[in-house]
């Protein structure tokens, strides 16, 4: 069974990912938000912009 981590999205809602589906993030400092690249499309685009932070993610995907 797949590991999920939950990130919340730009407009509020709570997202699960499976971990191994993440190929990059990258914080737009400026905007505030993280873009979250997956290896598949959703909603018709293969990122999602989340409010955590990259450390936050890298904490959720490492489990540290």
């Given at each position: 069974m797949a590991?999920?981590?939950t990130l919340t999205d730009a407009v509020g809602n709570e997202r699960l990912f499976n971990p191994d589906h993440i190929v990059d993030a990258?914080?737009?400092?400026g905007l505030?938000?993280?873009w979250v690249y997956i290896d598949v499309k959703i909603d018709g685009v293969n990122?999602?912009?989340?409010k955590e932070t990259?450390?936050?993610i890298r904490i959720l995907v490492n489990g540290d």
């Open positions: 590991r999920l981590i990258v914080y737009a400092e505030g938000y993280t990122y999602v912009k989340v990259l450390e936050q």
